[in-house]
């Protein structure tokens, strides 16, 4: 069962505007991550955030964290054509239990 | 250089055949998972390992059966049982419990002949 559902399903920008991508979930969590997927290949973490925390950033990557509305935002700054890719939101249920991932958003960065 | 391996990246069965997917990992990690994956949909658990000799059911165990006999290793058996086994399996491994960042191989793509 997914915990996470992410918005929109796909997105298609150009090159240089900036990419938002929500998440939504169930039951309270531990931490969220955002992962991402080039078409073919195995996922690249790259940002967790912890229930105590309400923003993160790493680079052009920015994510903010809602416990209240069980949600979570990814925006990708200044896209290149290189962020093309699907990414995927993920969270833990309950205990040690293994991680849940959403559907993902599929990003297009056009040149 | 540290990471994950999956072999091979493309599998095929034929009906009625056990295939076993390979994974390695050395990068010490105590847990390992996998996850299948369907065309434009996300990750869905098959089974996971927290220490050796020791594993866990996820979401979609039947049809697939695994071990865990050395840390560093990992295979997934897609049994006869498992009677839609064509899609992308992820192997994943984390260096403590569930709650921390994954690290993923490269991905077999299994299809059915």
């Known amino acids: 069962s997914q915990q996470g559902e992410e918005d929109p399903q796909a997105l298609s920008i150009q090159e240089g505007e900036n990419a938002t991508m929500n998440c939504s979930y169930k039951?309270?969590?531990?931490?969220l991550q955002w992962y991402r997927q080039n078409s073919g290949r195995g996922l690249v973490h790259l940002i967790l955030?912890?229930?105590?925390?309400r923003e993160k950033h790493s680079g052009r990557l920015r994510v903010t964290l809602d416990t209240s509305k069980k949600s979570s935002s990814l925006l990708i700054t200044a896209s290149r054509a290189a962020d093309t890719a699907s990414y995927f939101c993920?969270?833990?249920?309950?205990?040690?239990?293994?991680?849940?991932f959403g559907k993902g958003t599929r990003l297009s960065v056009i040149a | 250089d540290g990471g994950i391996t999956q072999s091979p990246k493309y599998l095929f069965r034929k009906e009625g055949q056990n295939v076993t997917l390979s994974c390695e990992q050395n990068?010490?990690?105590?847990?390992m998972y996998w996850y299948r994956q369907d065309p434009g949909q996300g990750l869905r658990l098959i089974y996971y390992?927290?220490?050796?000799?020791?594993?866990q059911k996820g979401d979609i165990a039947e049809g697939y059966s695994v071990s865990r006999e050395k840390k560093e290793s990992f295979p997934l058996t897609v049994t006869s049982a498992q009677k839609n086994p064509t899609a992308f399996y992820l192997c994943?491994?984390?260096?403590?419990?569930?709650?921390?960042?994954?690290?993923f191989g490269s991905g077999t793509q299994l299809s059915v002949l």
């Open positions: 390992s927290q220490i050796v000799n020791d594993f």
């Open positions: 955030i912890r229930s105590n925390e």
């Open positions: 039951t309270s969590i531990n931490n």
């Open positions: 993920a969270t833990v249920r309950s205990g040690n239990t293994p991680l849940v």
């Open positions: 994943a491994s984390s260096t403590e419990g569930a709650r921390e960042k994954l690290f």
């Open positions: 990068l010490n990690h105590d847990a």
